[in-house]
């Protein structure tokens, strides 16, 4: 399972433009929790780590060839 770090889950969150809130909804968390996250205060458990790379790669645009 992947490791996040709190400044990668922000970058993510940013690049997917959601608030902490729409994403708290999608991981089924409180804002608070993706603020903790976001600050390095709580670790990123691995299994919600993978949902956000998920979907990040669900709704990344693909590069030209």
């Known amino acids: 399972m992947p490791h996040m770090t709190g400044a990668a889950l922000h ?3 940013h690049e ?7 994403l708290a909804a ?12 976001e600050a390095g205060r709580d670790p990123i458990p691995a299994g919600t780590a993978a949902e956000i790379e998920q979907l990040r790669e ?8």
């Open 11 to 13: 970058t993510h969150r």
């Open 16 to 22: 997917l433009d959601l608030t902490r809130d729409q």
């Open 26 to 37: 999608i991981v089924n968390v409180t804002g608070r929790t993706i603020r903790a996250w």
């Open 58 to 65: 669900r709704t990344s645009t693909p590069s030209p060839r």
